[in-house]
């Protein structure tokens, strides 16, 4: 037996159905702040995936944002001052 048969076979039986792709396209619609209150028979699967992509860059880019600033004010700020246990006690939450 070829291996592509045999793998054709094992993933058979994970298929995912459509009503189930239907149910996560309208999760991640909830999810996304820019479709949030839009009816989901008005948005199309492709749609909510892209806009889901644009989200997560748009994290991405905010994280790396926030982590430029945090090495900022650790860089900027004296061990032993009040900013710098704030910081400190921020980060072990």
Known sequence: MSSRRSRSRQSSGSRITDDQIIDLVSK???LIPELRGRRSDRVSASKVL???CNYIRNLHR???GLSDRLS???ASADTDSD???IIRSLLME
Do not use: G, S
Request: hydrophobic residues 40%; without cysteine.
């Open 72 to 74: 900022q004010l650790l």
């Open 83 to 85: 900013q710098a246990a």
């Open 28 to 30: 991640l619609q909830q």
């Open 62 to 64: 905010e994280v790396d």
């Open 50 to 52: 892209q806009e889901t």
